[in-house]
């Protein structure tokens, strides 16, 4: 179906995917809205466009194309690896910019080989923005959550605290508060006066009676024991969190984890980097440090321009299917996100996948593109 | 220009408000029966009253349609996006006082204060398959008290348009976010308050549509006076 409204460029992006060896794929433009707010959060509902079916079921218009493409693949249960491209009108509600906008983009499901996977959606997403803008030049921001993660378990806290502060990773606010909490002798967990009478009772070192306790008081008051949390993840989080409020971060340990994260630098650069940090710190990275190794030999494999893409340490995205890789393309002078991309890696098991597939994409916003290449001059 | 002025149209809402604004010299009598759901003000030729629900009433402030309702606080935050730039909330009027806040259940010996929540939020998922469930009818105070002021995203809204103390207790929501008087109700579900769990506390506020006809009315200024005096 011609659409009139398609970005001029369409037709060479879609030729351009084809050449990348990728299968176009398309998605029904009204998705059941259930998977979305599962995946992202409630609050995406304000920003997404919903309805209910007739029988009741919610309803939405496509608001991105990841979820989709992956639900597909689940569906028709082809097999991996897989490699679709897809092309398509995303609805949103937007600050900025028009409330419906094309997409497009690669989803790269089910290669095991992780460092050429993860530079191939890097290198792909650069060259089909640099096709559609020639002359200009990118700039490329790179980020690895799971650096992030081996710093934190590296630094020996406990597991709460590792947990925390992954799950605020990408959302800088939250992560400074989290730490500034961490580092502050006075501040403690509240807890209720059940837990103190817990404790003078000399449950709270016996976790069996304390299982038992939970579960009988569960069943004395009405509460049933399966439906929600069990007597068993109380009394384990109850641990926890003792454990949480008990462990203060060291000022070393503080200035460590925030030099980590001011980390700034020419990707080329990062690899030497990271390691003179952890041999500075004495802190083990080795698994996650070679991972970035290889990833980084891996894009000069694929013959992506390295010299273009910086390495912000602190860069994530604040969802939790993330889980290495993540990057976002700029033209040089404007500050608009042209392509933003990674890995999700957790993302198919959570919509249903019965095995681990591990998965790598990047979007295009078109519209932005579209503004560039008015910017400069082109003909859109 | 004639002043409209909304009032809740029955119950103890009704009473109090009528009430103050006696007090405030705006004697209100009902237009026809005393069931009518119009009204006018003996002596305030220029102001006329609708009686209307509590939450019609925050609606049609935020459409502009009256210039000033008595309704609770956390109908018009619930109701209306922005709702301090729609609308000024003039006068608390002392009565209609009601706590939105987030409860969970007592057992969970674990839980005091919403980062206890937010781990608990965190890894849900992993643990039960789905995402923490809260049964409320607050979705915008939920949403802004979670997202935006604790860094909350991962969990579900149930809609629930009654009786959503029982939700928790009867399985089909993990823990709620609703409005308390006494907290009475909440204790006798099982039910405990976080610390840091109180996400409005509510009272009947004399409420005005943001205007800009208001700035040269005369009569705008009188009845705020008047009102605030009465208190």
């Given amino acids: ?380 | 220009m004639t002043i409209t002025i909304a009032l809740p149209s029955k119950g103890r809402m009704k009473d109090d408000a009528s009430a103050i604004f006696e007090r405030a010299g705006m004697k209100i009598v009902a237009v026809g029966n005393d069931r009518s759901y119009r009204g006018r003000v003996e002596g305030w030729d220029d102001v006329e009253i609708a009686f209307l629900s509590a939450s019609e009433i925050s609606r049609e402030l935020g459409n502009g349609s009256i210039d000033f309702g008595v309704t609770g606080e956390d109908l018009v935050r619930e109701g209306l996006a922005n709702a301090d730039a729609r609308v000024e909330f003039c006068a608390r009027l002392g009565f209609g006082h009601a706590d939105v806040v987030v409860a969970v259940p007592e057992i969970w010996y674990d839980v005091d204060t919403m980062a206890d929540l937010g781990d608990v939020a965190a890894d849900f998922r992993a643990r039960h398959g789905r995402r923490l469930a809260i049964a409320t009818k607050y979705w915008r105070l939920t949403q802004n008290h979670f997202s935006g002021s604790h860094g909350i995203q991962l969990y579900r809204i149930v809609e629930s348009l009654g009786a959503t103390e029982g939700a928790p207790a009867s399985g089909s929501a993990d823990i709620i976010v609703d409005i308390t008087s006494t907290g009475s109700t909440l204790v006798a579900n099982h039910l405990k308050i976080l610390t840091d769990g109180v996400i409005l506390r509510s009272e009947a506020c004399l409420v005005r549509a943001r205007k800009p006809a208001h700035d040269s009315d005369p009569v705008v200024g009188r009845i705020l006076s008047a009102v605030r005096d009465a208190l």
Avoid at chain 1, 102 to 131: C, K, P
Avoid at chain 1, 358 to 363: D, K
């Fill in chain 1, 1 to 380: 179906m011609p659409l009139i409204n398609l970005p001029a460029f369409s037709a060479d992006l879609l030729a351009d995917f084809e050449s990348l060896g990728t299968l176009r794929v398309d998605t029904p433009v009204i998705q059941p809205a259930e998977p979305f707010l599962a995946m992202a959060g409630e609050d995406l509902r304000r920003r997404i466009f919903m309805t209910e079916s007739e029988t009741g079921e919610s309803l939405c218009l496509r608001p991105e194309f990841t979820i989709p493409v992956c639900l597909r693949h689940i569906e028709t249960a082809t097999g991996t690896p897989k490699r679709y491209a897809y092309l398509g009108e995303v609805f949103r509600q937007r600050r900025e910019g028009g409330n419906e906008f094309y997409q497009a983009g690669i989803e790269d499901l089910g290669d095991t080989d992780i460092a050429a996977s993860d530079a191939r959606a890097v290198g792909n997403a650069m060259r089909v923005v640099a096709n559609r803008l020639p002359g200009r030049s990118l700039t490329v921001t790179l980020g690895d959550q799971a650096v992030f993660e081996a710093v934190v378990g590296a630094c020996g806290l406990p597991g709460g605290w590792q947990k925390r502060l992954i799950h605020a990773f990408g959302d800088q606010k939250h992560l400074q508060k989290l730490l500034a909490e961490l580092a502050d002798p006075k501040a403690a967990g509240v807890f209720g006066p059940e837990v103190e009478r817990l404790a003078i009772n000399g449950m709270l070192d016996d976790e069996a009676r304390l299982v038992a306790h939970i579960g009988e008081t569960m069943e004395a008051t009405g509460y049933s024991t399966n439906a929600s949390r069990s007597p068993q993840d109380i009394a384990r989080r109850l641990k926890e969190k003792m454990e949480l409020a008990n462990t203060r971060l060291d000022p070393e340990t503080l200035d460590l984890v925030r030099e980590f994260l001011a980390l700034d630098m020419p990707l080329a650069e990062a690899p030497a980097a990271l390691f003179r940090f952890a041999e500075k710190t004495g802190l083990t990275l080795d698994g996650a440090l070679s991972r970035f190794d290889a990833r980084v030999a891996a894009l000069a494999a694929v013959g992506a321009d390295v010299s273009v893409i910086r390495y912000r340490a602190a860069f994530g995205r604040p969802l939790d299917y993330y889980t290495g890789l993540v990057f976002e393309v700029e033209v040089e002078g404007t500050p608009a996100v042209l392509a933003g991309g990674g890995r999700f890696d957790r993302l198919l098991t959570l919509l249903g996948a019965q095995e681990h597939i591990p998965a790598v994409g990047f979007s295009l916003w078109l519209d932005r593109i579209e503004a560039a290449i008015a910017a400069s001059g082109g003909a859109a």
